[in-house]
């Protein structure tokens, strides 16, 4: 059942779809070679020039090194090693100490990327963000940094969270030198601490407050990008409070806790063009995992409007990317949104509200499989269960391991426990794929006709109906109940009447977009000179 | 090693945080719900926690957001999980059905805990309701009375649905007296039952628009003349309204919604708020 879903990321990090080539046992041959001391000409330019960078404030420059000859030269030079160690490079920054942080935050980034971390080095990668947190929470920070770098910063923090986790619940295989490791480094990528970082970015930076002032006009945030052009201060605490929500978001989606994760989104607003577009990585983030939560919470339609919306985008606009290292990241979040957009059409059939591009694409990768969903037999269940596993969040057991008993491997725990849950609901919807068909054909049919139909009795039948209805009208977060299917119906003491629901376009909100997407064209145009 | 983060729970901090955001620093202890909502990963709160379960459960008060706080807080650390805690918190999320909330429950509980009688009988109940079984539901919930007694009644609800009893035992006595001195043996587990007949008033308002008595009797788990009194009840309170059926059967006629009257369904899709109208008044004008 769980053969796919594969946790085993010790090998290498599935984001990226390069291995190292130097595989499992290359760790101890590529040391001989590997000098942490030794700086290559490249390097010693790279870090002095980025140094002076990020003390000029220039962004724009900071941006194209830290994207650009980063990747090139590991690319390069750091294939199947780590780059030089911060004690190495640290002469050349002046030993600043906030660089150094920086950079050995992008140096065990890269050792997870492209190598595979020792359980030493992910304790240390922990006691650099607790550093570098540390420093930034003190608000003493005073750089401005790309939000392409901020966001990886969040991003990665709860990869690492979400990696260790599973690294220290395969117990089965580990060395007593690895025990010992985690016997005493208890505290290293504790929940507590990761949760309570990012709540703590939150809060310092009052970025609540900020897109709150925002609304009323208040505030520049969203317009600049999040970037102060004019004081030039610093936009660091800032913009991590900001990916922070994301942060909890994803984090809250691992442990389970689907409510409390969309809370923590709350106030950033997707409707409506945000900073979170400008990083794509942060986009599609925030849409995987908010539509995932509307998914478990049955706010079926919903989930379906943010995977249209932004499976959409990706589709336009992902040709910008194929050079960038979040590409392959992109691509895998891509397909595990038209794995659960075709659960989501599957447990609740909509017409007409999917993106023609879209639904051609759908349509194209899993059209035998949601038929086959729609079935409702045994083959359906596994159709559902391989789906959900391949789209599914790496989902983690919190708690510290007990390593004074058996040692055995719990990774899969908490992923068996959603999907179970999961399997659960869609078993409690079996009869309403069958209703809805019928009611498709009639506009008004009595009770004891259909239940005859649907092989039945009618006591049975009331049954059903009412679950359609509760099943199909979901609670949103205000309590408010909100309509799901596409066919509705009511009854009257013993006759269905059967009412087809129109699809809604969004009309206004389409209008709103391309007038001021014109309008920034139109006004580029003018400032375009002819001579 | 770095235990940096412990710095970020103590009071201190929080005093501290006050102090950063240009507050006076508070001394005074924070609320429940406030602890939620400033301070949730801490692991010092869990006692608060367990004791505001028994405080909703008591008072008739209930707040998700702190629940699934003592949820997440036991997921933590499991050592400190109380299965009678968890399973006062299912029970308060089954009363609020139609939310999902016992669903989100369920995801933050471990199999292994999930694996116990009680719980296995919550879950039991629970699909039942799902799937709109009402009459297995009633079969199992008078089977398991003990486990739902933990939840008192609602007085004024109470004598809402059995307004019968009262007016009976007046008549015989001719002596004035409170519901609460005639019945109070039949309180224990009537808040649950009231939760649930709500919503299954509700699953009933969704679907029809004249339901059959028998249908609404099993529905609800009322029969003869306290159903009369409740519909009585309703009738004057609700917006319901008796008909003759096919037959010589009693039919109620639900109060008109959007979901049982499609005539009424608003088309509010399409409108949009005004904040973001605002944003094309520089274009427009």
Not at chain 1, 335 to 360: D, G, T
Not at chain 1, 491 to 508: A, L, M, Q, R
Not at chain 2, 121 to 129: A, D, E, F, G, N
Not at chain 2, 276 to 285: G, K
């Amino acid at each position: 059942m769980a053969n796919s879903y594969d946790y085993d990321d010790a090998s290498f990090d599935s984001r990226y779809a390069r291995p190292p080539s130097s595989g499992q046992g290359g760790g101890a041959a590529a040391e001989l070679i590997y000098d942490p001391n030794f700086v290559p000409d490249s390097v010693k330019t790279f870090v002095v020039h980025l140094y002076r960078h990020i003390r000029e404030k220039n962004v724009y420059e900071i941006h194209q090194m830290y994207e650009g000859s980063f990747q090139r030269l590991s690319d390069r030079m750091f294939r199947e090693n780590p780059w030089p160690s911060v004690e190495a490079i640290a002469p050349y920054v002046d030993n600043d100490h906030v660089f150094c942080l920086l950079y050995r935050e992008m140096w065990f980034r890269h050792v997870y990327a492209r190598l595979a971390p020792t359980g030493q080095q992910r304790v240390e990668s922990w006691d650099n963000y607790c550093s570098l947190f540390g420093v930034v929470l003190h608000g003493v920070v005073s750089m401005q940094l790309p939000n392409q770098w901020l966001w990886d910063m969040v991003d990665e923090f709860v990869y690492q969270f979400q990696s260790y986790c599973q690294y220290r619940a395969k117990l089965k295989n580990k060395t007593e030198e690895e025990l010992q490791l985690l016997r005493q480094y208890d505290q290293a990528w504790n929940v507590y601490g990761v949760l309570n970082y990012l709540q703590a970015l939150v809060e310092k930076s009052a970025i609540v407050d900020i897109l709150e002032r925002e609304k009323d006009g208040l505030e520049q945030f969203t317009a600049t990008d999040g970037y102060d052009y004019e004081g030039g201060t610093s936009n660091v605490l800032k913009m991590l409070g900001y990916y922070s929500m994301i942060g909890l978001l994803r984090v809250h989606c691992l442990l389970g806790d689907y409510h409390t994760g969309l809370k923590c989104l709350g106030p950033i607003d997707i409707s409506q063009q945000g900073v979170y577009m400008i990083v794509i990585g942060s986009h599609i983030s925030i849409i995987y995992h908010y539509g995932f939560a509307n998914l478990m919470l049955r706010r079926y339609v919903e989930a379906i409007r943010e995977f249209n919306k932004i499976l959409l985008y990706i589709l336009k606009y992902k040709q910008y990317h194929q050079k960038s290292p979040q590409y392959d990241q992109i691509l895998k979040k891509n397909e595990q949104m038209y794995a659960l957009l075709a659960i989501c059409l599957s447990l609740c059939p909509q017409s007409n509200i999917i993106e023609e591009n879209v639904n051609i694409q759908l349509r194209d990768k899993y059209n035998e499989k949601m038929t086959k969903m729609l079935r409702y037999d045994d083959e359906a269940y596994a159709v559902y269960d391989e789906l959900f596993t391949y789209a599914c969040p790496k989902f983690i057991t919190p708690s510290a391991p007990v390593l004074e008993e058996s040692l055995i491997n719990y990774n899969q725990d908490a992923y068996r426990l959603q999907l179970k849950l999961f399997l659960y609901e869609v078993k409690q919807q079996q009869s309403l794929s069958g209703l809805r068909s019928f009611l498709k054909l009639y506009s008004a049919i009595s009770i004891g006709k259909l239940a005859a139909y649907m092989e039945v009795d009618e006591s049975t039948m009331r049954t059903i109906l009412l679950a359609y209805k509760h099943k199909m009208h979901s609670v949103d977060s205000d309590g408010k109940i909100i309509p799901n299917a596409d066919i509705d119906f009511y009854i009257s003491e013993d006759i269905i009447h059967v009412v087809e629901s129109k699809p809604t376009k969004h009309y206004g909100d389409y209008f709103l977009r391309q007038v001021l997407k014109f309008e920034e064209m139109i006004s580029e145009l003018d400032r375009v000179k002819l001579d | 090693m770095a235990k940096c983060w412990h710095l970020l729970l103590s009071n201190s901090w929080l005093l501290g945080f006050d102090r950063a955001m240009g507050r006076e620093p508070q001394q005074v202890s924070y609320t429940v719900e406030q602890l939620v909502s400033v301070n949730p990963y801490n692991p010092d709160i869990l006692t608060e926690l367990e004791n505001y379960v028994n405080e909703q459960v008591s008072s008739q008060t209930y707040s998700l957001d702190a629940n699934l706080c003592l949820l997440r807080l036991y997921q933590f650390d499991p050592t400190r999980l109380s299965i009678a805690i968890v399973v006062r918190i299912l029970i308060k999320a089954l009363m609020a059905m139609p939310a999902p909330d016992f669903s989100l429950c369920l995801f933050l509980i471990p199999e292994p805990v999930q694996a116990d009688e009680q719980i296995k009988t919550l879950i039991v109940l629970s699909h039942y309701l799902e799937t709109a079984r009402f009459r297995q539901f009633w079969d199992e919930a008078a089977k398991n009375h003990s486990l739902l007694e933990v939840v008192p009644a609602n007085v004024d609800g109470y004598i809402a649905n059995h307004l019968g009893l009262v007016s009976i035992k007046e008549e015989l006595n001719n002596v004035e007296m409170t519901v609460i001195q005639l019945s109070y043996g039949h309180f224990s587990g009537a808040g649950f039952e009231q939760a649930i007949q709500a919503y299954a008033i509700h699953v009933l308002s969704l679907s029809y628009q004249k339901v059959p008595r028998p249908v609404l009797a099993e529905t609800i788990n009322i029969e003869g003349l306290s159903l009369d009194k409740f519909i009585e009840y309703h009738v004057a309170n609700s917006g319901w309204v008796l008909e003759k059926g096919t037959g010589r059967s009693q039919l109620i006629v639900l109060p008109r919604n959007e979901f049982n009257h499609p005539g009424l369904k608003k088309n509010s899709s399409d409108g949009m708020p005004f904040e973001h109208i605002t944003r094309i008044f520089p274009v427009l004008s």
